[in-house]
């Protein structure tokens, strides 16, 4: 059973900086794509970017586009770095990996548990 590890997640302030990774405990994920979603309280779960097995490919919510950026390493790790954090983006992270190419949750097969994010202003 492939599982997920979410972690970097905290408390930051507006306008902060904070870097999540994800990391897998198998390393068939490298062949998958990969995907950070968040929930907000009350909420649906939200599509914030997706990148491609080699890191060559990304796509990313307008919502977050030129604020996050998701990269992954040779390993099994794959990270959503986060600037110029809003109150509005208090929510829980997870990463989840996919063999498709796709923005939608319901496509997606391995979850981690979460990190909270938390943004005060």
């Known amino acids: 059973q492939v599982q997920l590890a979410e972690s970097g997640g905290g408390l930051v302030q507006t306008g902060e900086t904070l870097r999540l990774s994800c990391a897998a405990s198998?390393?068939?994920?490298?062949?998958?794509?990969m995907g950070w979603f968040r929930q907000a309280p009350g909420k649906e779960r939200e599509f914030l970017a997706r990148i491609g097995p080699k890191g060559i490919s990304t796509n990313y919510a307008e919502t977050v586009k030129g604020r996050f950026t998701i990269s992954r390493d040779n390993a099994s790790t794959v990270y959503l770095e986060m600037n110029g954090l809003k109150p509005e983006d208090t929510a829980v992270y997870y990463c989840a990996g996919t063999g498709s190419w796709t923005s939608r949750w319901s496509a997606y097969t391995y979850w981690g548990q979460g990190t909270q994010v938390t943004v005060s202003s």
């Open positions: 198998d390393r068939t994920l490298r062949n998958y794509n």
